[in-house]
């Protein structure tokens, strides 16, 4: 009859395992004029340019203590959420327009983007999703997000965005929802079901 308190013991482990898998949500595909890079130390003006968009992973597996703000809405606190960041940046002393679509896909759903004219949203989220090894611009300031001959859609994990930028550059970032690393989630289980089968064996004996 003692064996009930102790399997559920196990089972309640295991269960408390499990629940702190490591969630993330990577970009995992781009096409078209746009390319996956490390996370740079800076994305500022004038120093960080590129010919093409360029994305990286910024914060991942963030328990939002509180409502984030992005353009046009909301996402509530207790959300489990990962960022990334997409900018298109030309060197200080060119002024023709340069045209650039990309189309994102990342493992989690897109929750929310910040993209707003003076970047005030993506500025206001970067103490919470920002990298502290990357510099980014600060304060906000005019044309720093998507003016309105730029273009973006989205379709649940999907993201298209068209940048048309002279100077300055172009910044969003992108936030969805943080998916458990199904391979970790997996060892895990495999090591926690060894674990009950141990203690099972060592009462039963």
Known sequence: ????PKFTAGLAALVAIVSVTPSYALIVSVSGQGDKIAP???????????RQQ???????????????YFTGGVISAGTRVSSHMIFRNRETDSTANSITTATWTFDGDILGIMYDQNGVD???????????????????????????NDSLSV????????????QPGDWIRV?????????ATISL???????????RRRFQS
């Open 155 to 166: 379709s649940g994990k999907t993201l298209e965005v068209t940048m048309i930028v002279d």
């Open 1 to 4: 009859m003692k064996i009930l």
């Open 175 to 183: 936030v969805t929802k943080a998916v458990p690393d199904a391979g």
């Open 54 to 68: 360029q994305g990286f992973e910024e914060l991942q597996n963030v328990l939002l203590a509180a409502d984030l």
């Open 122 to 148: 993506e500025f206001n989220s970067t103490p919470i999703l920002g990298l502290v090894s990357t510099v980014y611009p600060s304060p906000a300031y005019d044309s720093r997000g998507l003016e309105s």
């Open 189 to 199: 289980l495999g090591v926690s079901l060894l674990a009950l089968v141990g203690i």
């Open 40 to 50: 740079p130390s800076k994305v500022l003006d004038g120093e960080a340019t590129n």
